[in-house]
């Protein structure tokens, strides 16, 4: 990764729907898919204003005939050339997640979709078929997984450095919205609406990204049940819970719990994944995302640095510059895009070989964040009881 070789045959042509002016997730999806010049970009249906959305895409250096008023639009006339796009990234509020990214696979499109995607299971088990009986990718959005030092955490629990494993800890509580902030904030205040936000704000927003990273690192884990609490501390907020406390119990005894929070007053992001075995533990904070906390029992703690050659040669395979030179989001969602890229071309070939080993969250992953999420809303709503993970 170091020297930048393409390791695609050539760029996927590609569109947005959202992510326009004043998006700050469009410009973390842009800068990550041309990073590596992996994808190029051709189109684009970015605002709900046609106007607004066609100047900001010009702006971008678009071909002002390629900026269309809606996704419909886009999807049909890029149907009809022979140079259209073969990949769309949806970064729209969570209620239209479903019906485009739906829309687009019936058009024949590979879809990266910002997460949740959707607000129900069935909805995303109708993607997931979708997509396998139309052989295309659909990649979900949880770019914190691209930092290397997740994956050396995977090897240190998959070569046993941590014994059995024991407990998972996850925690992504901010203070950013610890008072009412969308009164003044439309960015903020579609994420506590049910009508655009689904039946979760926090829990789908924020704990859904530790949930991937935790089941990137511990694959073996599945959740038997889980019990959830949530709260509106904001009261405007409610249904919707800007605190929740989820408890886990995995299939073989294993145990976890999730603080999920946007009124955690003074912390930034405060993400944190702890994996607990019989010999030793480590620790990811994103805030830190170039370390790793490893502690085995008996011995000095140690901090393992990204790009180091003592890490697993896996760690290593997405590094961007040499140890002791930070890298961080915007090279953590580049490191996915490629992975996109790479899924995308080799369901084009039908080379399932080429798949093989190569780690995305894809509509898996999707499938799983929005199934949890509906447990946890149940087990919520129901007066914070156990309910059975199916």
């Keep these: 990764m170091i020297d930048g070789i393409r390791l695609t045959k050539a760029p996927i042509r590609w569109?947005?729907?959202?992510g326009g002016r004043g998006s700050q997730i469009g410009y973390v999806h842009r800068s990550a898919a041309l990073r590596d010049g992996y994808f190029s970009l051709l189109a684009g249906a970015f605002d709900l204003d046609p106007?607004?959305?066609r100047a900001f895409g010009a702006d971008l250096g678009l071909d002002p005939g390629r900026c269309y008023p809606d996704w419909q639009a886009m999807f049909a006339a890029e149907a009809a050339r022979a140079d259209g796009i073969r990949c769309v990234t949806i970064a729209t509020p969570n209620n239209t997640h479903y019906p485009i990214t739906r829309a687009a696979l019936l058009a024949?499109?590979?879809?990266?979709?910002?997460?949740?995607?959707?607000?129900t299971t069935s909805e995303?088990?109708?993607?997931?078929?979708?997509?396998?009986?139309?052989?295309?990718?659909?990649?979900?959005?949880?770019?914190?997984?691209?930092?290397?030092?997740?994956?050396?955490?995977?090897?240190?629990v998959a070569d046993g450095t941590l014994g059995e494993i024991r407990i998972v800890n996850l925690q992504f509580a901010h203070g950013f919205h610890s008072a009412a902030v969308e009164h003044d904030n439309p960015a903020a205040r579609w994420r506590v609406d049910p009508a655009f936000a689904g039946p979760?704000?926090?829990?789908?927003?924020?704990?859904?990204h530790p949930l991937y990273v935790a089941q990137v690192i511990c694959p073996h884990l599945r959740i038997r049940r889980l019990l959830c609490t949530r709260q509106s501390f904001v009261s405007s907020r409610a249904p919707l819970e800007d605190n929740a406390t989820v408890l886990m119990e995995y299939e073989g005894g294993a145990v976890g719990t999730c603080w999920t929070s946007a009124v955690n007053a003074g912390a930034m992001h405060s993400q944190k994944v702890r994996i607990v075995g019989s010999k030793g533990?480590?620790?990811?904070?994103?805030e830190h995302p170039n370390q790793l906390r490893l502690e085995i029992q008996g011995e000095p703690a140690r901090v393992l640095d990204r790009g180091m050659t003592y890490l697993h040669p896996q760690s290593l395979a997405d590094d961007r510059i040499g140890a002791g030179h930070p890298e961080g989001l915007f090279d953590a969602w580049a490191?996915?895009?490629?992975?996109?890229?790479l899924a995308i071309e080799a369901h084009e070939d039908k080379d399932p070989a080429r798949l093989a080993g190569l780690r995305y969250p894809g509509i898996e992953a999707g499938v799983e964040g929005v199934r949890w999420v509906e447990h946890c809303v149940r087990s919520a709503d129901g007066g914070g009881v156990w309910v059975d993970y199916a």
């Design 15 to 18: 569109g947005m729907v959202g």
């Design 51 to 53: 106007d607004r959305g």
């Design 108 to 119: 024949g499109l590979h879809v990266i979709c910002e997460k949740p995607l959707t607000f």
């Design 124 to 156: 995303a088990l109708d993607l997931q078929a979708i997509a396998a009986d139309r052989g295309l990718v659909v990649g979900v959005a949880y770019g914190y997984s691209g930092h290397q030092m997740i994956e050396e955490a995977a090897r240190l």
């Design 200 to 208: 979760s704000y926090v829990l789908g927003d924020l704990a859904t």
């Design 281 to 286: 533990s480590v620790e990811w904070w994103d």
């Design 335 to 341: 490191n996915l895009h490629c992975r996109f890229a």
